[in-house]
């Protein structure tokens, strides 16, 4: 579309945001969320005084972060792609960031037209808590062997149905997702999960990493996590892991797209 096109726009946006302070992505009426904080910044830049309705790639839930969340929106106002990261920047609080914008096609959905996601859960594992951490990670006092974690998580992989790591009040039509990756690694006192999906089911990760971590401790030994898989009984895994230490951190899409890739994050070293 070119830029003195009058047909209708789509834009995508990158989001970042600390979830501490919001009862999660998805707007309510009592409560401060995330959509409601950028759709109020998205208003106010244009300047219309109309709402600007946004879809997002994952609705995260209350507590849980995000370095790579994907919104989009159609605006009734022009502005060149940096012009939506500054200006909407200009109304957010400081918890939350617009990274990128970029026009996209008018088909364009951030939810549908992802093709997976990928999620990091970070646990401090330490005997005792850490109030700069609070908030930012899990934590697990008890000594935790990543490697029995990792040895355990391979039968995750590939495609399953994991009612056992469902929520129950998940309104997915199906249980079955295919699972790409399991990667597990130490930074010192902190226990780093990424887990890369075609799609994730409600609670999923954080229900894996609490099964995980009762491996890691020795409270149940690697085989069991096959067992509770296989069971499709939600009943036998792990208690829901603490949300503080989930982070939306990769959503992909078709590659003529040309949206930007996540930034990389301590994962990797950086």
Request: aromatic share 10%; proline share 7%; charged share 20%.
């Amino acid at each position: 579309m070119s830029a003195g096109s009058n047909s209708p726009m789509r834009i995508a946006l990158g989001i970042e945001y600390d979830g501490s302070g919001f009862s999660g992505w998805q707007v309510q009426t009592d409560r401060p969320t995330v959509q409601a904080e950028v759709e109020r910044a998205l208003q106010l830049f244009s300047s219309t005084g109309d709402p600007v309705p946004t879809i997002c790639a994952g609705r995260t839930d209350a507590g849980v972060h995000a370095t790579a969340q994907v919104v989009d929106f159609s605006p009734k106002v022009k502005r060149p792609a940096e012009a939506w990261v500054r200006g909407t920047n200009a109304f957010l609080p400081k918890s939350v960031a617009v990274r990128w914008a970029k026009e996209v096609p008018d088909d364009f959905s951030a939810r549908f037209s992802a093709r997976s996601r990928t999620y990091e859960y970070w646990i401090l594992n330490d005997p005792v808590r850490s109030p700069l951490l609070f908030g930012r990670t899990g934590w697990c006092f008890r000594p935790c062997d990543e490697g029995k974690m990792r040895e355990a998580a391979a039968v995750l992989l590939g495609t399953h149905d994991f009612t056992s790591f469902r929520a129950a009040e998940c309104q997915a039509k199906s249980p079955v997702r295919t699972l790409h990756s399991v990667d597990i690694v130490r930074k010192g006192k902190l226990i780093g999960i990424r887990l890369h999906a075609n799609a994730f089911l409600q609670h999923m990760v954080r229900n894996i990493v609490g099964s995980l971590v009762y491996v890691g401790i020795g409270k149940k030994p690697v085989p069991w996590l096959g067992e509770v898989l296989e069971a499709r009984d939600r009943s036998l895994a792990a208690p829901t892991f603490s949300a503080s230490g989930l982070y939306l951190a990769g959503v992909e899409y078709p590659p003529e797209l040309q949206l930007p890739v996540f930034s990389p994050t301590f994962f990797d070293g950086v």
